[in-house]
């Protein structure tokens, strides 16, 4: 039987934008995981009419009802109450989990118990009970009319603990499918050309199914399919993976990786290489992505943020004639200085980021978003050149950085750059 889930949040803090709702985001991977649709994600403040509202749309179109929030000991905290008044749930006092909470209080917090903690040990009385080993508010789920309700706290930590220990197993015995996904990365087009040319494909596919997703500076396949094992599965996306492959060529980079910058290091991992960069207009954004994965020392050397024209010169031995004969921002200098910090670092690989990211263009007049992108390596010098017009700052960086790992990218794999 194929379940369909709808994530409920209790928390006004949450429709104020206070905070961010990274429970939805973590149960959806669950459920996702478990084979269980998730079609709806649904806000509601600390109102007890509302939720009674919200409850009543959920459960004509979900038979799985998870909540997050609002099982705390406040006065607002009505999410179990209401709840239960609208399944027709009784709520009793569970002595066992009363002395749970009073224990973690002397011991974890060394202070003794509040009255109003009480109230955290009313549960439906025929429901199960989710401990909560890491806070105060227990959990549970009932079943009720062909729904299922669990209810989770809201501070994250405590909410992942208990998915994890809790409403996982409870749901895995609700569930005989897995649903698996693979993300196929591409850079080079964007989401509407991408789409453009998978469009017939897509439209066609029931399970397994072809979505695309725009993430900053790339485009994002997802390929998803159902099925009773996760073997089988990933027999199914297989193909999907090939075709994506043989429409888009070379513009896919890697399939289940973080990024570009990943899919560089294990490369150069693979080639038993080291990589330096030297970095103007991105100011260090490329190195940053780059030591931001674990194990990245194993073949990143470093790098040097040269942004004033003279530290091109003095540190990574850019000629003088290039600086006054071409410009800071320009391709002779970008091969100089990929050349420089292989050089002075000694990498196998150099590669270069100079250009006016903006607002203004630069001090000989290059336009906004003009940007060069040198590599230096034993076989020789090579260059990109991109004009991305007047994009925001940090839109010109971003691309950027990723278009020097993409230049990287394709000379490992003996790609055209």
């Known amino acids: 039987m194929s379940h369909t889930a709808e994530i409920l949040a209790v928390g006004t803090e949450l429709l104020l934008g206070n905070i961010v709702n990274t429970n939805a985001q973590t149960i959806s991977q669950s459920l996702s995981a478990l084979g269980i649709n998730v079609f709806w994600h649904t806000v509601v403040g600390d109102n007890p009419e509302r939720l009674k509202e919200a409850l009543d749309i959920a459960r004509r179109r979900a038979d799985i009802i998870i909540t997050t929030g609002g099982l705390g000991p406040t006065y607002d905290d009505l999410t179990k109450q209401t709840i239960c008044e609208a399944f027709g749930q009784r709520l009793v006092l569970h002595p066992e989990i009363l002395e749970d909470i009073r224990v973690f209080y002397e011991t974890s917090l060394h202070l003794p118990m509040p009255e109003n903690n009480a109230q955290q040990a009313e549960l439906p009385e025929n429901g199960v009970i989710f401990d ?3 806070g105060t508010a227990p959990g549970c789920a009932f079943e009720s009319g062909g729904v299922h309700v669990l209810m989770l706290p809201g501070p994250p930590h405590e909410m992942s603990t208990m998915l994890r220990r809790h409403a996982e197993p409870y749901l895995r015995k609700l569930s005989h499918e897995v649903i698996v996904s693979r993300d ?4 080079g087009l964007g989401e509407s050309s991408v789409e ?9 596919m029931t399970n397994p199914t072809l979505a695309t997703y725009a993430k900053p500076f790339e485009v994002r396949l997802r390929a998803t399919a159902k099925a009773a094992a996760e073997e089988e599965a990933l027999a199914m996306l297989a193909p999907v993976e090939e075709m994506v492959r043989d429409i888009l060529g070379d513009i896919v980079y890697g399939v ?3 990024g570009l910058a990943e899919a560089c290091l294990g490369l150069l991992k693979d080639k038993g290489l080291t990589l330096a960069t030297a970095e103007s207009c991105t100011g260090g954004l490329a190195a940053g992505k780059l ?13 040097v943020v040269s942004y004033w024209t003279s530290v091109k010169g003095d540190v990574l031995q850019v000629p003088q004639e290039i600086l006054d004969t071409y410009g800071p921002v320009s391709e002779q200098c970008a091969r100089a200085m990929a050349e420089g910090v292989r050089r002075i670092t000694g990498a196998d690989i150099g590669v270069s980021v100079t250009g006016a990211a903006g607002p203004d263009p630069d001090e000989r007049g290059v336009p906004v978003g003009v ?3 040198g590599l230096a390596a034993p076989n020789g010098a090579y260059c990109r050149s991109l004009d991305m017009g007047r994009r925001r700052r940090d839109r010109i960086q971003g691309l950027a ?6 230049v990287v990218r394709r000379y490992l794999s003996d790609l055209p750059i």
């Open 291 to 303: 030591t931001a994965i674990p194990g990245a020392s194993a073949v990143y050397r470093g790098g």
């Open 401 to 406: 950085a990723n278009h020097a790992f993409d």
């Open 256 to 258: 289940d990786v973080s």
């Open 184 to 187: 196929i990365m591409t850079f």
């Open 371 to 373: 940007v060069y992108i």
């Open 132 to 134: 909560n080993p890491v």
């Open 196 to 204: 453009e040319l998978l469009r017939d494909k897509m439209t066609r």
